[in-house]
């Protein structure tokens, strides 16, 4: 499986991005896709997640302005991120955890929110 990530970029405070994940290769074998971010300084955390079966969950910093959502085939997941604030400033990676307990990173993007 690999994964390749876009949308990243600069944006004001209280604007708007959305981030895709495409997944490639042998996605039947994902059980689960989820973003993570990291901070300078800070340790990777979980945004949130979504289960094969369409379960989402998201962190208690994020939740109310953003979503993760994905197409019918499954194979690109996006994060929708709105009322961004200059703290959710980060890199963010996708993750697909596979039926294995692998975890496949994507090389992860870039967001900066000016305040």
């Known amino acids: 499986v690999q994964l390749v990530e876009s949308g990243g970029g600069l944006v004001q405070a209280g604007g708007s991005l959305r981030l895709s994940c495409a997944a490639s290769?042998?996605?039947?074998?994902?059980?689960?896709m989820a973003w993570y971010r990291q901070a300078p300084g800070k340790e990777r955390e979980m945004v949130g997640g979504?289960?094969?079966?369409?379960?989402?969950n998201y962190a208690a910093s994020v939740k109310g302005r953003f979503t993760i959502s994905r197409d019918n085939a499954k194979t690109t997941v996006y994060l929708h991120m709105n009322s961004l604030e200059p703290e959710d400033t980060a890199v963010y990676y996708c993750?697909?955890?596979?039926?294995?307990?692998?975890?496949?990173w994507g090389q992860g993007t870039q967001v900066t929110v000016s305040s």
């Open positions: 993750n697909a955890r596979t039926y294995d307990i692998r975890d496949i």
């Open positions: 290769g042998s996605t039947f074998s994902i059980s689960g």
């Open positions: 979504i289960s094969n079966g369409g379960s989402t």
